[in-house]
């Protein structure tokens, strides 16, 4: 048997194709970053389908096909038959806009595995608020489509302060909307997130009860819906792995192309992320700087280099580091080791506003939003 | 599908809807693949899962992994197997051949 790795490097199982960052939603909790105005020049079909290809030679087989919204690429069917062609398996991960009857079916003949579809609350009103756009009976529709095609179908729901009380009625809605897996993520405080903090960080009381719901309706509903509850590591005392390692499964693809470990890592300094314009996916997984900067535990400072939980969590998320204390080479600050722990526990005690829409307004993902906080940062 | 379930020997187990089987060359592993997951099977677990097509019968299944392995001693754990498969929703059975 023949490998196209060497067999001491871990492979990038999972390749995230964030294939633009167009979306027609304005979520203020999204994951992109703050300035995805001001990126253009998205990678032709061509080149993602070369991106693909070595990405399969160098073993990835899970393809997410995410954005922004992966719908406004008029290519995405062509994509998907490429993908499907090369074996992997493929999953789209979308707000729904967009997928209609016959974009559905073309997918489905291109060969999609797996649909997740994004709702923001279980309430119409909550869901169009944060979304800002009308689109509750929307994905209601989609969520039908899917489930005629006869697809798997995954709902994602990010919580927050704002819906995290609505958790049992999410439940009820991916319960009678037909998926078989549901996604409840707890809103992770980069990009967008970030700027909304104060206004999207749950309580601690809230988190509480919020777990304890999902703990009973798994007891009740058993394996009819599998229920993935990712809690905010900011009540945690250890910190989480970054995306299961730096450069250990997973590989990011900007949609102009730059191939980052983690979909967040474009935000750091000092890391001179590789575009797949200039360089082979195997060049990049293998010798770029940025992929190795922190594989292994030599980057590791003190407590985390001599502690005997580092192989467990590798030192915890590298962009939380850096937005909690500057140093992107920093322990997590979400563990209780960390001389900085104390920064997490200011945020999470600290005070909040009661109504935290109305005294201090969400900053809503739009690309005039994204332009002015642009021109915020590069004023003198 | 508990450990004092008698298996349905007669009946045809196949790989569920929701799961993808296949070889991975640069694991040098078959998987299963499903949304957003991958298990990677050991050698055994492969082999079973790679005659659950719909086609054959649990009992053919056996006779067929009792030649491959040259060994009478596998039947308790490829049964021990497929019941563990059927409880993670990997497998699920029919009664007749699957078209």
Partial sequence: ?380 | MDDSTPLPRASYPRIAPLYRFQWEAAQNAYVLLFPEGMVQLNVAAGEILRRCDGRCSADEIIADLRAAFQSDAIDADVEAFLRSATRDGWVEWREAVTP
Avoid at chain 1, 194 to 217: C, F, H, I, K, M
Avoid at chain 1, 346 to 367: K, M, Q, S
């Fill in chain 1, 1 to 380: 048997m023949s490998s196209t790795v060497p067999t001491t490097a871990a492979l990038p199982l999972w390749l995230v194709a964030e294939l633009t960052y167009r979306c027609p939603l304005h979520c203020p909790f999204c994951s992109n970053p703050v300035d995805f105005a001001n990126i253009q020049s998205e990678l032709s079909t061509e080149e993602w389908c070369r991106a693909l290809a070595e990405a399969r030679a160098l073993g990835a087989v899970q393809l997410g096909l995410t954005g922004g919204e992966p719908l406004s690429r008029p290519d995405l069917e062509e994509l998907v038959g490429e993908a499907h062609r090369l074996g992997f398996y493929t999953n789209l991960i979308t707000s729904g806009v967009g997928l209609n009857e016959t974009r559905m079916r073309a997918l489905k003949d291109a060969g999609l595995d797996h649909v997740q579809l994004s709702f923001q609350d279980s309430t119409r009103e909550l869901n169009d608020f944060l979304s800002s756009t009308r689109t509750f009976s929307l994905k209601r529709r989609v969520a039908g489509l899917i489930k005629d095609h006869g697809f798997p179908m995954v709902m994602n729901c990010v919580i927050h302060r704002l819906n995290i009380d609505h958790v049992d009625r999410i439940i009820d809605l991916a319960l009678e909307i037909g998926a078989e897996y549901l996604e409840l993520a707890n809103t992770q405080f980069y990009g967008w997130a970030d700027l909304n903090r104060s206004q999207l960080l749950p309580t601690r009381e809230q988190l509480e009860r919020s777990e304890a719901v999902v703990a009973g309706y798994r007891q009740r509903i058993g394996n009819r819906l599998r229920i993935l509850y990712v809690i905010s590591d900011l009540y945690e005392t250890r910190p989480k792995r970054c995306m299961n390692g730096w450069g250990t499964t997973i590989m990011v693809i900007a949609p102009d192309g730059l191939a980052m470990p983690c979909h967040a890592a474009r935000m750091l300094p000092g890391i001179n992320l590789p575009s797949v314009r200039n360089a082979s996916l195997r060049e990049i997984w293998l010798d770029s700087p940025a992929f190795n900067r922190f594989r292994g535990d030599q980057w590791m400072p003190e407590p985390c280099r001599s502690c005997p939980e580092k192989t467990k969590d590798l030192g915890g998320c590298r962009c939380q580091a850096f937005l909690l204390t500057g140093d992107v080479g920093a322990t997590d600050p979400v563990c209780d080791k960390s001389p900085l722990h104390a920064r997490v526990l200011e945020i999470v005690n600290g005070p909040r506003p009661l109504r935290p829409d109305i005294e201090r307004p969400l900053v809503f993902r739009t690309p005039e939003n994204s332009k002015q906080l642009l021109a915020e940062t590069t004023e003198p």
